[in-house]
């Protein structure tokens, strides 16, 4: 009798623990090489703790009462206890704060996606870093890390979360026909955007804009075509980009206009890590700079966190290439 | 190679006419997959032949970096992780609420049974349909040949495609409600759509200047 386990939910044998084990290691030296100290938080939070740092608790699927009644999650994101930690615990240190962690998060997942409920994120979150110097240490870390694990095909997809709505705001966009665009823009349906954006009745020039930047990925070039609405966060992007170089990982980024983050608590530059032989992303992160504030001191921050699992993927079709297999 | 080096996943089924002629207006030889009906990957075209409902899933995976397949998938399917990049224009059809010839078919079950029974092959469109006008349904998921439920009894409207509406009629059923336009999409796999952005532009650029 076979007795099952619950969907997006598994088992691991010794041959893969064994990788994903040293895998883990390998990340977790990188990052404790930087000065990343790891931490650990609960599994369960008090889900008000979830939703203070993103309105819908950060997909929280599993949830239960305690003994007093209180509700608890489990954690579905790592970045929002540790902005609750930071707060409780490091009040009133002025000084920068690099962290890291390796923990399982929690989602729910729609029926039947195959998807995982319960993955193991191993991430860094750097505390008091404004803009891009932050930015890149973080970029360049979460790359350099990838090249220990032994990938050589990756890259960063980099974007900015708040460049779609600096767009629709310089549009004159009324505010409730935002989030409409917004929407299909993070539902990746760029049919509907741009028939959204025929409707709304603007300018030529505006609504070439408001077509054309979502789709717009590549090199530094990508950054020339977008005019003056956008000046903040292309200067930021390119200082980043800028300050990669300085780190040797410029090559490998691809500047992607379009990039929207689930999380809504990212307030600036955003990413997502690719590998060609994986058909997700293997992590992604951005600077949450809002996000300690709702907790306690406001301070600027950044992090990023890779999915193990889908890292270990990498790996395995990294070797089958290097032994001549296909990838 | 015609569609420079992307592998693009194309449904075998309505649509798949109408592709093979737009793949050959991009250039591209479809010869070997018209006269292979069973053959499925034709590897030197950078082709995979799918069912449609299958499409999304090929390119979420990465199997496929682009795919076409009609916007009616896409809704029913609405949380695969693709972008929808391009609207292809043919395979023009309706998603609609159809019901049989009657004074208030929908109306009469809601007043006197407190539910109306909608029979689909699109359970999601028409759960979301029923659900964000306010009305409380059953949806009864049937794969084949909708329009005989309401004839039968075993439901008061479908849900279901039209195109010109002939089938409906011959089954004693008129269009009551319009829920969406639905024609050949093209959507990218979210990875391939970053890594291969350059290939991926220029296929969609020489779609639209076809059409």
Redesign the interface.
Known sequence: MIHPVPPGTRDVLPDEMRELRDLSTRLHAVFEGAGYGEVWTPAIEYEDVLRRGDESAAGAGFRLFDDRGHVLALRSDPTIPIARLVANRYAGVPASLRLCYFAHAYRSV?RG?GQAREFLQGGIELIGIAGPPGDAEVIALVLGALSEAGLSRH?V?LGDGMLYRSLLAAADVPEDERRPLLESLW??????LEAQVDRLGLSPAARELLVTVP?L??GPEVLDRVDGSLAGAVENLRECHELLRERRVDDRV?F?LGLLRELSYYTGTIF?V???A????LGGGGRYDDLLGRFGEARPACGAGLDVQRVHLAQLAEESQASGGTA | MSTGGLVIAIPRGNLFAETLDLLDRLGASTKEIRENERKLVFEDEGILTVRPSDVPTYVEHGAADLGITGKDVLLEQSEREVYELFDLGYGHCRMIVAAPAAADPLGEPLRRRGIVRVATKYPRVAADHFASTGRQAEIVEVKGSVELAPVTGLCDAIVDLTATGRTLTENGLVEREAIAECTARLIANPVAHKLKAAEIDAFVARLRELK
């Open positions: 729609e996606s890259r997809g539902r990746r349906d760029l049919v509907r789709a990925r590549g691809i992607d997502e690719y590998d060609p994986v058909a997700f992303a």
